[in-house]
């Protein structure tokens, strides 16, 4: 293993650093500003202005697009080249200031995945009408995939239908938290449904693509993540659809849903856990903060044996949690994602898990204030703890990887 990051990496690093100290936490006030100004107004889900500052402040650092993966035989590059090991110590630290940093560098989920799965799988004409698009932030995505009406902790039970009908296909069904559909600048759904039901479990899905003004799409409200709007991420949409596009739309091949949902969740994964790690970094170092700031009992909140057991407990847990995930982007880089699902499923557990414990316990150490929203802990207490179900609960993770390691250690019981 060599979790060794390349020179160009620990250059982007160094001004990723600089980019959050001189503009990201500068404008977070001015961002939860206008935020609130727009939601007074009856706007949620309008962008903060602040925020297209700071695109193009992050545009001219080199800092856009860096998710995208080194591209393989035959693709064509479109962001930084980097490995998925090389980026994730850049997701790591965007998560700092998960609300902003991401989607200023255009590094935001879901579009992220979305790009992704354009990247490997769009026809020419769907790069130049949604990839190109994207890759510019001159628009954003959601990705439907979620129903209300199933457990879609088991995605096979996903029953919107995707019918083919001539030179179009018909999309009807429920979808929600179509994470990002509330925001004006969301164009365009890949939505996921059941397009050949008489094939094997795994190969009736398909995705397509559904331009959002579609006439057919209704997008009927946003859900909330334990009172939050999330409107400056767009929302969690519960959308409608009943509506016709061109064939041309479907993207990739047919029945080849779950294969590209696979691809999505590779790299996707460890952004996600990155930034939860940088979402606890931070959050340990707010607690230090105030710990060694505040006087109890005749001493400071940082000399009580309790709060010190914290302090040390969050640190374990934040390497702990990075050196999985590091060993997770390694493998993704050397052998694949499909190779590395044990860790994947691994990370997905860990980090979410990691990173609560340490919000939690920093939310403790403020006391009151670490619920109110002019500390951020409490907005990522409950981003983070949507981690636990948002890319499958928990349980089936922990299911996967137990499966592993009984074949691997009793393959005849």
Request: with cysteine; glycine share 8%; aromatic share 6%.
């Amino acid at each position: 293993m060599d979790f060794a990051h390349s020179d160009r990496s620990l250059a982007l690093q160094e001004e990723m650093t600089r980019f959050l100290d001189e503009d990201v936490y500068p404008a977070e006030a001015t961002f939860e500003a206008q935020a609130r100004a727009f939601r007074a107004e009856g706007d949620p889900f309008r962008t903060p202005e602040v925020l297209a500052d700071l695109k193009q402040r992050a545009r001219k650092r080199g800092l856009w697009n860096l998710f995208l993966p080194q591209a393989k035989d035959g693709e064509i590059e479109r962001g930084a080249g980097l490995s998925v090991l090389d980026y994730a110590p850049i997701a790591e630290l965007s998560g700092r200031s998960g609300h902003i940093a991401p989607e200023a560098m255009n590094c935001a989920a879901p579009d992220t995945g979305n790009m992704e799965l354009l990247s490997m799988f769009a026809t020419p004409q769907q790069v130049t009408q949604w990839l190109e698009p994207l890759l510019e932030g001159e628009i954003r995505s959601c990705f439907s995939m979620t129903e209300p009406d199933v457990a879609s902790s088991d995605a096979t039970n996903i029953a919107t239908t995707i019918t083919r009908d001539g030179d179009s296909y018909v999309v009807q069904g429920r979808k929600w938290w179509s994470s990002g559909a509330m925001r004006p600048e969301c164009k365009v759904a890949i939505v996921m449904g059941v397009s050949d039901p008489d094939a094997p479990r795994h190969a009736r899905h398909s995705m397509i693509l559904v331009p959002l003004d579609s006439e057919g799409v209704t997008l009927q409200r946003s859900t909330s993540v334990f009172g939050y709007d999330d409107g400056t991420h767009g929302g969690h949409a519960l959308i409608d659809y009943d509506v016709r596009v061109p064939v041309e739309n479907l993207l990739g091949p047919q029945g080849g849903g779950f294969m590209m949902a696979q691809a999505r969740l590779g790299p996707g994964r460890i952004h996600h856990c990155m930034r939860a790690i940088g979402m606890a970094e931070r959050a340990l170092e707010l607690m230090c903060t105030r710990a060694s700031q505040r006087t109890v009992f005749g001493g400071t909140v940082a000399s009580q044996g309790v709060v010190q057991e914290w302090i040390a407990e969050s640190r374990l847990a934040i390497n702990q949690a990075r050196l999985l995930v590091l060993n997770a982007a390694w493998l993704i880089d050397t052998v694949g994602a499909r190779e590395a699902r044990t860790e994947i499923a691994a990370i997905k557990v860990a980090a979410p898990r990691a990173a609560s414990w340490v919000v939690d316990r920093a939310i403790q150490t403020f006391g009151a204030a670490g619920v109110d929203h002019e500390v951020p802990l409490a907005e990522m207490w409950a981003q983070l703890r949507t981690l636990h179900l948002a890319d499958g609960p928990d349980e089936v993770h922990l299911r996967t990887i137990a499966r592993q390691e009984l074949r691997r250690i009793a393959p005849h019981e």
